[in-house]
């Protein structure tokens, strides 16, 4: 059987595509790539590189052994509240799955409620689940959105991120500090209104603000 890149992932066992491989594992493989980069992958300094490549890349998508449901479900709670509540500047980092690269930034979240309130520490955990996987930007920003709107039907979501990405940068496509904006807009996040005032709140420097 393969070797999985995280060893706990069975689905990702089952999804090797070269069987032929499959004999070999994650160890192996990273030292083979190392050897085809041109480097001697037995010279010291990259003599455990093939281990800690395993590790941290099981660390950086570890966010598909977490659900999203069960993190929010134990932290919805009944409220009256009904005006916009926002959480910005969450730090994100995340893996670009064209480049296997990094991107990482800033997101914004905001909902306005109708009847339920999510504990508010579990937004950036939700963030979190999602930015460990291997992502694009405009899906994660979805992604984010939806799971709120699943979990307490609020009268609407927004979510902005503001990414840089390592794929672009390194490669000289995207100036040092340009960055990528996206965001997904449910509900009253549609109307102008509601949209304005929670952009004009993220632009704001508040407590939150950095
Ligand atoms: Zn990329």
Redesign the pocket.
């Known amino acids: 059987m393969a070797q999985p890149i995280a060893l706990s992932k069975q689905v990702h066992q089952e999804a090797a595509i070269d069987q032929g491989l499959s004999g070999f594992s994650t160890k192996e493989m990273v030292h083979e790539i190392l050897h085809r980069l041109g480097e001697d992958p037995d010279r010291a300094g990259l003599l455990a590189t093939p281990a800690r490549v395993e590790k941290s890349m099981a660390f950086l998508t570890k966010g598909y052994d977490e659900n999203p449901t069960g993190i929010l479900r134990g932290a919805l709670f009944d409220e009256d509240y009904d005006e916009m509540v926002i959480v910005k500047d969450i730090e994100v980092f995340s893996l670009?799955e064209?480049?296997l690269?990094p991107f990482f930034g800033k997101v914004h979240v905001a909902y306005v409620p109708k009847g339920k309130v999510i504990g508010l520490s579990k937004i950036p955990r939700l963030v979190e689940v999602f930015s460990r996987r291997l992502q694009i930007q405009e899906r994660l920003t979805r992604q984010i959105a939806d799971a709120i709107q699943d979990a307490i039907a609020p009268q609407g979501v927004g979510v902005v991120i503001e990414a840089r990405?390592l794929?672009?940068m390194m490669r000289g496509i995207e100036k040092q500090h340009s960055s990528t904006v996206t965001s997904a807009m449910l509900g009253c996040f549609r109307q102008k209104e509601t949209r304005l005032e929670f952009l004009s709140l993220v632009r704001q420097q508040g407590a939150g603000g950095q």
């Open positions: 670009c064209h480049h690269l990405h794929c672009m």
